[in-house]
């Protein structure tokens, strides 16, 4: 059920200790300790034909991205494997452009049935808008879950990118869960938008009842639309962490890219909520170390035990 106009004012509002603290507790009720860790791998960089604003594999930016086609099985397989041992549960193959052809396809589909048979880690792919048909081989090579980024709310995203429409994207979102795949979608804070319309975006997901809302916070990229734009402050990003856990009560609220640049406050993230996160560095950013990353989870693990007994 949509939150009133007056309750969604009032989480704006609301002193952010209190807010996080009603968040945590929302998140311990309905999804106790559990924390996901997922792991990506850029399995096509560079070249994209759309002109998102914070991407630096866009080719209206000119930036040091990468350029390479779809990597081999091998490779994947390698990388999937190092997944499984750093302790991921989710591998998620992610491709530069606006969406892959026929012969793509396929491709990624002998990819997903490989990883599948040989390092049995859960498959997640994020390779643009795709179509019922497409998505429909993905799954029957043992794709589980499909990422598609809304990157920020319906009236804002026209500032994100010209080249493509949000409603694009929610129609993508929509067949996969027609075929019965799960969807991970989230958004970027820190791309010029203001905190209703990350609350709107909250809303969007929530209305679509996706499975998973990954987090990024902003790292302006040298050479992109955004490489001067100031990074939003941490009062910021708790408050937006907390109000998607509020809105969004039963989903994994992961935190992706942009992260370390709270340094040691990034655990305060999941004090305000969120449960899931991505590790071993981005698509064109290095993560941190993730043995660091592990001791962490550990510690935040231990701090929600407490909370709850």
């Known amino acids: 059920m949509t939150p009133s106009n007056n309750t969604l004012s009032k989480l704006l509002e609301m002193p952010l200790d209190q807010l996080m603290a009603r968040a945590l507790k929302t998140k311990l009720r309905h999804r106790k300790d559990q924390f996901s860790l997922c792991t990506i791998m850029n399995v096509k960089s560079g070249n994209c034909t759309e002109d998102c604003s914070f991407c630096a594999q866009s080719a209206h930016h000119s930036t040091n991205a990468t350029i390479y ?48 048979e040989r390092i049995g880690i859960s498959v997640c792919a994020s390779l643009g808008i795709m179509d019922s048909k497409s998505l429909l081989m993905l799954k029957q090579a043992g794709l589980s879950r499909y990422h598609h980024n809304l990157e920020s709310s319906p009236d804002y995203f026209s500032q994100v990118c010209t080249t493509h429409t949000i409603f694009e994207r929610i129609e993508t979102i929509k067949a996969a869960k027609r075929i019965g795949i799960e969807t991970c979608v989230g958004g970027i804070i820190g791309l010029g938008e203001d905190m209703r319309q990350r609350l709107n975006l909250a809303l969007t997901l929530q209305k679509l009842s996706v499975n998973s809302v990954p987090i990024n916070i902003l790292v302006p990229l040298p050479g992109t639309r955004l490489a001067n734009a100031l990074p939003p402050s941490i009062h910021e990003i708790l408050r937006t962490i907390a109000i998607f856990r509020l809105l969004l009560p039963r989903q994994a609220i992961r935190i992706a890219g942009g992260r370390e640049t709270l340094k040691d406050l990034q655990g305060l993230l999941f004090m305000a909520g969120a449960d899931a996160m991505l590790i071993g560095g981005y698509l064109t950013v290095r993560g941190r170390p993730v043995h660091e990353d592990l001791q962490m989870v550990e510690r935040i693990k231990g701090i929600w035990q407490q909370c709850s007994s």
């Not at 091998?74 to 998620?92: D, I, M, P, Y």
């Open 69 to 116: 086609p779809i990597q081999s099985v091998n490779e994947v397989l390698k990388q999937a494997e190092q997944a499984a041992q750093n302790g991921a549960t989710r591998f998620s193959l992610v491709a530069s452009g606006r969406g892959p052809s026929p012969a793509e396809v396929e491709t990624y589909a002998l990819r997903i049935q490989a990883i599948r």
